[in-house]
């Protein structure tokens, strides 16, 4: 079964807006990553979070971990019509069988220019 | 990412046929995995590998079977297609350790009639 769950399923924005995506997971994890994928494409990785981190930021991505409520939010600052696409956490569990990635089932962003 | 090549891109196959799936790398990882993409589901691990001599079952691995052939080539096998099977398909390879970036393939489409 799969670990993360996005929220929303799908959001649409407004070119220069900010867009936010959530990410719940439900058992304890070294790291929780971001990745995007283009329509039919292959994902490609945005950002990791280790599990001592709190926030990370990388360009107009900024990342938060909150281990306790077992979640995560991607903010994407000043949107573009190029960040168009779908968003997915994946999470890598502490237990055994680590260094498996688990996704969820993705949020879907349209930046309308 | 071109480091990471997959063929076909596109397949169409009848029910009952083998179809084999090819994943090439030359990023230098020794893990490789593979995935399936549904729509509405996210990605699920089918099966993964962390070195040439070591093959391990993921979350969907029943009617597949995969081959490590070399530290850069890991293939996928449905040795019965079935409609079921109909998927986007995406090979992907890691670096070792805890906390490593995935880096996926252009993934395989297949639809099995």
């Known amino acids: 079964s799969q670990q993360g769950e996005e929220d929303p399923q799908a959001l649409s924005i407004q070119e220069g807006e900010n867009a936010t995506m959530n990410c719940s997971y439900k058992?304890?994890?070294?790291?929780l990553q971001w990745y995007r994928q283009n329509s039919g494409r292959g994902l490609v990785h945005l950002i990791l979070?280790?599990?001592?981190?709190r926030e990370k930021h990388s360009g107009r991505l900024r990342v938060t971990l909150d281990t306790s409520k077992k979640s995560s939010s991607l903010l994407i600052t000043a949107s573009r019509a190029a960040d168009t696409a779908s968003y997915f956490c994946?999470?890598?569990?502490?237990?055994?069988?680590?260094?498996?990635?688990?996704f969820g089932k993705g949020t879907k962003l349209s930046v309308i220019p | 990412d071109a480091d990471v090549t997959q063929t076909p891109r596109n397949r169409i196959t009848k029910t009952g046929k083998r179809i084999m799936l090819e994943c090439s790398q030359t990023k230098g990882h020794d893990r490789m995995y593979w995935y399936r993409q549904d729509p509405g589901l996210g990605l699920r691990l089918i099966y993964y590998s962390f070195d040439v001599k070591d093959i391990n079952k993921g979350e969907i691995s029943d009617g597949y079977s995969v081959s490590r052939q070399a530290q850069a080539k890991f293939s996928l096998s449905l040795e019965s297609a079935i409609p079921n099977q109909t998927a986007l398909y995406f090979c992907a390879t890691s670096d070792q350790g805890v906390g490593e970036t995935q880096y996926f393939g252009p993934g395989t489409r297949l639809l099995v009639l």
């Open positions: 994946a999470t890598e569990g502490s237990g055994a069988g680590s260094y498996q990635l688990t």
């Open positions: 979070i280790r599990s001592n981190e």
């Open positions: 058992t304890s994890i070294n790291n």
